[in-house]
C-alpha cells in the first residue's frame, strides 16, 4: 500500500458546526503533516507530526486541532471555522527523519472544505 | 519570505518541445530538493528528487539539473505531452534534525502543453 487516504473528499460545514477530517498511510511512515491549500498557491505547513507526537505548529489558529491516534492515523477536528478557511486540506507523510536524512512526502488527494 | 523562489508562473509549451522551469533558494541548509506535479481537485505527487552530491538527476523524461554554487535547481520536461499539464512546484529541505522535515515550496508553475 503506497497511498494515502483522506475522507472526506469533500465537506461543506456552516461556521457553528464541528468535523473532522481524516487521514490514514500503512507504509509505515512515522511522521505525518497536514497542509492548507488555497487556489493557485502552494501547500502551506499546518501541523507535523513524529511518532505521534506534534513537532511543529505553525501558529495555526485554535480553531483547528490535530490529533494522531496511532501510526496510520491522522484527524483535524474543526469548530467555528471561518470562510477564509475554506480550501484543500491535505494530508501527507514521509519516513521520520529522526537521522537527519530527508525524504519525500506521499501526499493525499485532500478533503475539498467550504465553510458557508 | 519566500525561501524558495518558482519560475515562471506559468508556461505554454507545444507538444513534443521542452518545458523548463527554474528555482532559487537562499537557505544553505537546505539538502534535499523534490519536484511535485499537482493536476487539479488532486494531492501533490512527488516526481523527481535531487540531494546536493549530484549535479543532475534523470528519470524517463524528466531531468534535474542542480548548481550548488548558485543555490539553483531547474526542472526539464522533455518531449512534452499533454497529459503534463499540471502544476509543478519544486520544493527543498533542511538537513537539521530541529528543524524537523519541513518542506518549503516554491509559488508553483502552471504548465500548459498544446497538442
Known amino acids: 500500500d503506497t497511498e494515502v487516504t483522506q475522507t472526506p473528499k469533500h465537506l461543506v460545514m456552516g461556521m457553528t458546526n464541528k468535523k473532522s477530517l481524516k487521514c490514514e498511510q500503512h507504509?509505515?511512515?512515522?511522521?505525518m503533516y497536514w497542509y492548507k491549500q488555497k487556489a493557485k498557491k502552494p501547500p502551506e505547513l499546518m501541523f507535523v507530526y513524529s511518532y505521534e507526537k506534534l513537532s511543529i505548529n505553525e501558529s495555526v489558529p485554535s480553531r483547528f486541532s490535530p490529533e494522531c491516534p496511532n501510526s496510520s492515523l491522522l484527524n483535524l477536528h474543526l469548530h467555528a471555522l471561518q470562510p477564509e478557511d475554506s480550501a484543500l486540506y491535505l494530508c501527507?507523510?514521509?519516513?521520520?527523519?529522526?537521522?537527519?536524512?530527508?525524504?519525500?512526502?506521499?501526499f493525499g488527494s485532500g478533503t475539498r472544505l467550504t465553510v458557508v | 519570505q519566500q525561501q524558495v523562489k518558482q519560475s515562471p508562473q506559468s508556461l505554454i509549451v507545444q507538444k513534443g518541445g521542452i518545458s523548463i522551469i527554474n528555482c532559487a533558494y537562499e537557505?544553505?541548509?537546505?539538502?534535499?530538493f523534490p519536484w511535485y506535479q499537482q493536476f487539479p481537485g488532486k494531492g501533490p505527487a512527488l516526481l523527481i528528487a535531487i540531494r546536493p552530491d549530484v549535479s543532475e538527476k534523470k528519470e524517463g523524461r524528466f531531468t534535474i539539473s542542480f548548481n550548488k554554487s548558485a543555490k539553483q535547481f531547474s526542472l526539464h520536461i522533455m518531449d512534452s505531452q499533454p497529459g503534463d499539464s499540471a502544476t509543478y512546484f519544486c520544493?527543498?529541505?533542511?538537513?537539521?534534525?530541529?528543524?524537523?522535515?519541513?518542506?518549503?515550496f516554491g509559488g508553483g508553475t502552471r504548465v500548459l502543453v498544446k497538442p
Open positions: 520544493a527543498a529541505n533542511p538537513t537539521s534534525k530541529a528543524a524537523g522535515n519541513k518542506l518549503t
Open positions: 537557505n544553505t541548509a537546505f539538502d534535499y
Open positions: 507504509m509505515g511512515h512515522r511522521a
Open positions: 501527507a507523510s514521509s519516513q521520520e527523519t529522526r537521522t537527519g536524512t530527508n525524504y519525500g512526502y506521499t
